[in-house]
């Protein structure tokens, strides 16, 4: 088991990647790594399972996917911010509702 606190934190891009493919091998190994992280966008890439503590307590025990299709307002409350490929991806399925797909 391996127990990361921050562990991108002031890392360059190309360190970041590297821990990451050293990271997710191991976890292909069969370890268990458990990671502390504010880092939304690397929770959105690797994370199995997400908890979200909030003042102490756990708000949040979900996978990543489910962590934003909570309801209204739990994001901001939590005060987490959502990855760019989830905002990206509520920015198009808005914009499409305004396309016609009949000719």
């Not at 979200?52 to 739990?74: Q, R, Y």
Request: charged share 25%; net charge negative.
């Amino acid at each position: 088991m391996l127990l990361l606190d921050e562990p991108t934190f002031g890392q360059d891009a190309h360190s970041n990647q590297e821990l990451m493919n050293l990271l997710s091998k191991k976890h292909q190994d069969g370890a268990t790594l458990i990671m502390i992280t504010h880092d939304m966008d690397l929770i959105h890439e690797y994370a199995t399972r997400v908890i979200v503590i909030k003042d102490g307590k756990v708000a949040a025990d979900c996978s990543p996917a489910e962590l934003w299709k909570v309801e209204p307002g739990c994001i901001e409350k939590w005060q987490l911010e959502q990855p760019i490929a989830v905002q990206l991806s509520n920015i198009y399925e808005k914009e499409m509702e305004y396309v016609s797909t009949t000719t």
